[in-house]
């Protein structure tokens, strides 16, 4: 099992940046493939960006191809998404996900069996 623990979010405005990091506990956190979820009010949430196990393999949902990158640091069993040019439509609570089976690829929520929290980014025009 893993715990994830979210930190990071606020207020920014618009153009402006953010980076996101998520904790995790136990000792296999390299096990697992990590991801990146979001979720605005009165929206489903949708996949972001995920992370192979290794840090090889990146991915990312169109919307934030180019302005948001993943990354993880496995000895300080840490996922981080660094967020650039941020958009008033990027507001939303941001959780962070991992499974042991998700591939690189893996954008459905479902495929993910630990959640973080939540934490909230609000991006101001």
């Known amino acids: 099992q893993v715990q994830l623990v979210e930190s990071g979010g606020g207020l920014v405005q618009a153009g402006g940046s ?3 990091s998520c904790a995790a506990s136990g000792r296999t956190f390299n096990y ?3 991801g990146w979820f979001r979720q605005a009010p ?3 949430r949708e996949f972001v960006a995920a992370i192979s196990r290794s840090g090889s393999i ?9 302005r948001f990158t ?10 981080y998404l ?9 507001t939303a609570v941001y959780y962070c996900a991992a499974d042991q089976n998700a ?6 929520s479902y495929e993910y ?13």
């Open 70 to 79: 993943i990354s993880r640091d496995n000895a300080k069993k840490t996922v």
């Open 82 to 90: 660094q967020m650039s040019s941020l958009k008033p439509e990027d």
């Open 58 to 66: 990146t991915y990312y949902a169109d919307s934030v191809k180019g």
């Open 18 to 20: 953010l980076r996101l």
């Open 42 to 44: 009165g929206k489903e």
């Open 32 to 34: 697992y493939t990590m």
């Open 113 to 125: 069996d630990y959640w973080g929290q939540g934490t909230q980014v609000t991006v101001s025009s």
């Open 103 to 108: 591939g690189a690829r893996s954008t459905n």
